[in-house]
């Protein structure tokens, strides 16, 4: 995938973290020392989240996601990262989407989208940010070295199943594949070790993540009737296995391809297109540009006969790209609040939903007709330039453009037109 | 301002409530009655909002986030501190629980148990209306959402309105229609516009804030309100903690305190007409008897489903304890579920909608087999 085209900096993962152990620490470590003065707390904590720069870290990385949407030369490719980024949803807990999400997208998720499916699973199950999310970092296998000597202070060793429980039903598999509470017991003995390093010392407890066997659970693992072991000296073998075996799961085919073809085709994908996928995928042995690839396919095969309800992000950023903006602005945090999609604030980690019904309601539809409104106030908007000829741009962009122009009027202002078009059937679907 | 019914039926009250729209004259005649449903999403603890003070099982699975048991329910059972109003509403009669409790649902993905605590249905993922939208059209009401998104819970036939508002300005009327003429008629995007441009004022007012409690004010004069919908739906969010839950102080308790807070908003917000209100609790399942190593628990099946207002019969706890011991634990692990939470749904129903238990049953819940506790648990 071609560089990201944003000309400014780009906060790297080791960066990121650096800034959440700086903010989650030093946060800590006033709220012990200002225990009796809550106001002096609060100066602190002010002081605390300026230095740490956490409120710039998001405008930043949604400003350079509207960049690559906008700007890319690589523009389908640009769909399917927010796609997947939206498959390995981090949620919105603490300062995750701040500090957090916008590097995971960045070096998670982007880079690794010419490979494979189960390398990408592999690097998103491993990565800070959903180990993070998902406390897999709490996990102490019963059996592990730790475990023993927690045993042996009378205390309970336990593992946290929050992370192997949606490696499955989230990430891979899904309940279709019938795994047990006892296969997500298991799998999170498996996932037990894959914790932060706690290395370098100044970052406390949120340090990159490395695999450590004294906290794993030793010997055989079994889940979905397969057995996991140890191969070589390490133990860290038997997640990448499992991964492998989830990737390469019928099941897993099938439910991927499937969100795929939700996603960008229609809200109701037939068992044709969902084959279509699962076919590319199993001729290519999981290459994502190939399953991209057949993706395409349905949905050019489906073009007169589906439409798509956008969902508010995608329906943002076409206005903005229909107007030719090209430029980003500072306050998209705020804007996308308003029309209630901030994609790096999912409050669960299913994501951000694809469906027409989830993305309607009577406050849904205002929010996007008092948007369009505002947007199209051309000269106090900063998305829209005030140069913009807007018959111009309805002949670039729609089939039907007698038709619109028509409709928008000749009497009206560009002001209406655009809170017209902007909302109109037109652009709420594509 | 302090207001109770009594000072409002003896007139005294009444200079407060100059130029207040709802408590009009009619008031006391009001008789519509209104059910409240609160999702409590991510998996509330029953075990940390009603525990079981019966025996010691409790203290000894969960020693690092035990919570007081101060507030005595019964010999039995104690309710979290956090839970004031609740409490209060407890000692007038108004509150009432349900434990070990739950939709038959044991698999413990929060996705495929929130669809079936929405959907009413037993396959995850196959129903697109939920149990209370299609109680509502079989009763022939309205029903408000309060939540960006509408909630899979109100999704049937009637197509129902939504709350959260916010401070940005519609455009006028002409382009409002010229836009509406775009839409496919008879399609979702239709019916939404076509019920947006029909709104009552209260629902044009301007955006306060979005925690449920704020957006609790808009719709406790709603409900209030004689022509207003009789349903109205909440979410609160957070419940989901893996690591670090805490007792009384920590994040479990901080979310129940945001449920408490919205059934004080309610209350002081419909005056009188609380009478005629049902507020009624929902999760998709409880948390694991104990505690894990992060100070947090595990999802788990059985819980609690609160209870408030002047409907609730009386102040009870509905329940056929399984104990807490590992052999009386679900998988040895959770507590177990001795009434089907539908059953609890649709007694609610039945009781808010004056509708026949059976003809829900069949239409709401696809003719599951459940219980009617209706006149057990609500005044009818």
Sequence with gaps: MQPLTWKGEIQTIKQGLERYAFLRNETNAARKKFKKSPSKYQEAQRQIRHDSGVELSERRTLQIRFDSALNSAQPVLERFAMFWANHFAIIDKDELPQLATGPFHREIIRPNLTGSYENLVKEATTSWAMIEALDNGESIAPNSRRGLEMKMKNLTPTVNENHARELMELHTISPAAGYTQEDVIQLSYIMAGWRPARKPKKLGRFTPIKFNPEYHQPGKLTVLGKEYEQRGLSAENKLLDAIKDFSNHPECKKFISFKLCRHFVTDNPTDAMVGHVVKAWNSSNGALPEIHKAVLEVAFENLSSTSKYQNPEIWFLQAMNIAGSKEPSFDIPEKLEILGHNPLRPIQPNGFPDTEAEWLSPEFLIRRLTFAKNMANVGRSYDISRKLDIENMVRKNFSNSDELIEWMGPNASRREKLTLLFPSNWMLFA | ?380
């Excluded at chain 2, 009655?33 to 969960?62: C, F, H, Q, T, W």
């Excluded at chain 2, 329910?73 to 979290?80: C, E, M, R, T, V």
């Excluded at chain 2, 999760?283 to 694991?288: P, Q």
């Excluded at chain 2, 829900?360 to 087999?369: I, N, T, V």
Aim: aromatic fraction near 8%.
């Design chain 2, 1 to 380: 301002m302090i207001f109770n019914r009594r000072q409002f039926i003896s007139g005294s009250g009444s200079l407060f409530l100059m130029g207040s729209p709802l408590w009009n004259a009619r008031a006391e005649q009001i008789q519509k009655r209104n059910i409240v449903i609160i999702s409590l999403r991510g998996g509330m603890d029953g075990l940390a909002a009603v525990p079981y003070i019966g025996d010691r099982e409790l203290n000894k699975a969960r020693p690092q986030i035990n919570v007081s048991t101060k507030n005595k329910l019964n010999s039995d059972f104690a309710l979290n501190p956090r839970l004031r109003t609740m409490h209060q509403l407890w000692k007038e009669g108004q509150a009432a629980i349900v434990h070990a409790t739950s939709i038959p649902y044991t698999e413990r993905s929060h996705f495929e148990g929130q669809n079936l605590m929405e959907s009413g249905s037993t396959e995850p993922f196959t129903t697109d209306s939920g149990w209370l939208g299609r109680g509502i059209d079989a009763a022939n009401l309205n029903g408000l959402a309060v939540s960006l998104p509408m909630p899979l819970i109100l999704r049937g036939e009637s197509n129902p309105d939504n709350y959260y508002p916010t401070k940005m300005e519609l455009p006028d009327e002409m382009l409002m229609q010229k836009i509406a003429s775009t839409y496919q008629s008879g399609g979702l995007v239709s019916k939404t516009m076509n019920r947006l441009q029909n709104r009552s004022r209260f629902l044009q007012e301007k955006a306060y804030g979005y925690e449920a409690f704020n957006l609790a004010d808009t719709a406790a004069l709603e409900l209030a309100r004689e022509e207003g919908p009789r349903v109205a739906v909440f979410d609160i969010n957070g419940f989901d903690t893996h690591a670090t839950q805490g007792g009384e102080e920590g994040r479990h308790a901080d979310n129940l305190a945001k449920f408490d807070r919205v059934v004080n908003t309610l209350k002081k917000g419909m005056g009188p007409a609380f009478d005629n209100t049902l507020i009624l609790s929902l999760t998709e399942f409880g948390r694991m008897v104990e505690q894990n190593g992060g100070n947090g628990t595990e999802h788990g099946y059985g819980t609690a489903i609160f209870m408030a207002g002047g409907l609730v019969k009386k102040a009870q706890v509905l329940t056929d304890w399984p104990g807490l011991k590992k052999a009386d634990r679900f998988e040895g692990r959770d507590l177990n579920v001795t009434i089907d939470a539908r059953s609890i749904y649709c007694s609610a129903m039945a009781a808010c909608f004056d509708s026949d238990f059976e003809k829900l049953r069949r239409e709401a819940f696809f003719g599951a087999s459940l219980q009617d506790y209706t006149t057990e648990l609500f005044k009818v």
